[in-house]
């Protein structure tokens, strides 16, 4: 079955500290990993996804398919941070459909 | 360009009565999928249909159905509304690329069932 598991709901760490906000998929084959931000009272949209290997408003995120996780990572985290964040997985290729963990929400404390 | 747009973005029902929901997507983008979103269940994946055609289909039971028209512009239709149903609901046009599809979101009707 095609899932992902996003284990931490709330994660509140102080501004600096590092971030890491877990994901775990489960999926047969080789799907593409997203993530997924929303800042409050915007809508959802697209901070990065594997295949491009960039980072993003100095977050990354590095698939690794022998854990099957594709955790997102900033060194040093900031106020404007604060946001609910999604990991998602896209199966196929010839399709749009994703599926999302649960969500995590960030609070950075200043 | 323009976003996603939703229409309306506030719906109020009461149970048994339908309601339809619409989506523009972005000027170009000719996939459009619908998800919903909830406290208990988070984003769920509801459809998506491409040049008219469903593609997919999420585990919604048959209460829930959509179409997409030949400007790409597309529609959900709840029947038989249940109090369950409330929910925000999510529209995200993609655009091919090399990569596969990246979806952008729209802000979401949030429909109250009562």
């Known amino acids: 079955a095609q899932r992902v598991t996003q284990p931490e709901k709330l994660l509140s760490v102080f501004k600096g500290a590092p971030v890491e906000l877990k994901c775990n998929y489960s999926y047969s084959g080789s799907p593409e990993l997203f993530w997924y931000v929303q800042y409050s009272r915007q809508r959802l949209q697209l901070l990065l996804r594997?295949?491009s290997r960039e980072s993003i408003k100095g977050f990354t995120a590095d698939l690794n398919k022998g854990e099957t996780s594709f955790h997102l990572k900033k060194p040093f985290a900031q106020e404007e941070d604060s946001a609910m964040y999604y990991c998602a997985l896209k199966g196929s290729s010839n399709t749009g459909k994703l599926i999302f963990g649960q969500g995590t929400t960030l609070q950075v404390k200043p | 360009k323009a976003g996603v747009t939703q229409t309306p973005r506030y719906l109020i029902k009461t149970r048994g009565q339908q309601v339809t929901l619409s989506c523009s997507p972005i000027?170009?983008?000719?996939?459009v999928s619908w998800y919903q979103q909830t406290p208990g269940q988070g984003l769920q994946f509801l459809f998506e249909y491409f040049s008219e055609t469903q593609r997919n289909k999420g585990n919604f039971p048959g209460r829930f159905s959509g179409r997409q028209f030949s400007n790409s512009r597309s529609e959900m239709n709840v029947s038989t509304l249940e109090l369950g149903d409330s929910a925000l609901y999510l529209c995200?046009?993609?655009?091919?690329?090399?990569?596969?599809?990246?979806?952008?979101f729209g802000p979401g009707t949030r429909l109250t069932v009562l």
């Open positions: 995200a046009s993609s655009l091919e690329s090399s990569g596969g599809p990246v979806q952008f």
């Open positions: 000027s170009g983008h000719r996939s």
């Open positions: 594997h295949i």
